[in-house]
């Protein structure tokens, strides 16, 4: 069965280094997503993306992030400049259609930790 | 705005008990309601859904009705085992341009005993 998948599983960083977490979408799904949860806390939408450009983006996803579709099979999550803060498990997801219905895959999650 | 409410955890019950998670919502349009799961070590997996009132999302013995007069969607089972011990997380989804986006609840942490 397709999955999506997320590259690294854990990141370790120093505050202020950038970071890249990559995600493969599922390959005939044409709508992505970020997500993430911080320890303890809710999952908590960041940004989706569709025909090339975001389509949505939360008041957390500030300038400091950032999303690219560099391929046509990866999508990637850039965070800038880490703060302590941006600790968190971040999810991809993807969907064949954008509809409120739609189902999205979930990965298995980057986690990342900022020291 | 939307948002989504859990009843708090965790929840231990012993093999073949019954369970009920309760989940409400608050939402401005029309959503559509999720039942995701978290297994150990994974992401998270859709469980069931429904799209729209009186709709009852149903997979793996699990079972949850859209109420929009309660503006509720319980998640319930007959007869739970050890390996439905996970992470539940209800959800909503509405439509925002080209996509949709999810809001969570909080998630709910189900442990059985054999």
């Known amino acids: ?115 | 705005g939307n948002s989504v409410t859990q009843m708090e955890g965790p929840v231990t019950l012993s093999e073949e008990a019954f369970l009920t998670i309760n989940c409400t919502y608050t939402a401005t349009g029309y959503p559509s309601l999720f039942w995701y799961v978290q297994y150990p070590g994974e992401g998270l997996q859709l469980l069931l859904k429904a799209t729209k009132a009186d709709d009852k999302g149903s997979n793996k013995g699990f079972e949850a009705t859209y109420r929009k007069e309660t503006t509720s969607f319980h998640l319930e089972k007959g007869s739970v085992q050890v390996s439905d011990s996970a992470v539940y997380f209800c959800a909503l989804s509405d439509r925002t341009g080209a996509n949709s986006k999810l809001t969570f609840g909080k998630g709910i942490t189900l442990s059985v005993r054999p």
């Not at chain 1, 977490?21 to 993306?49: A, D, M, T």
């Open chain 1, 1 to 115: 069965e397709p999955e999506v998948t997320q590259t690294p599983s854990h990141q370790v960083t120093q505050m202020g280094q950038e970071v890249i977490l990559r995600c493969v979408p599922i390959s005939n799904h044409l709508y992505f997503y970020w997500y993430r949860q911080i320890l303890g806390q809710k999952v908590e939408f960041l940004v989706s993306f569709y025909n090339n450009e975001i389509s949505e983006k939360s008041e957390i996803f500030d300038d400091q992030f950032s999303v690219e579709r560099p391929d046509g099979s990866n999508f990637t999550l850039k965070i800038r400049s880490t703060k302590l803060e941006d600790s968190a498990m971040y999810f991809c997801a993807s969907s064949e259609y954008g509809g409120t219905g739609e189902t999205q895959y979930f990965g298995p999650g980057t986690r990342l930790l900022v020291l």
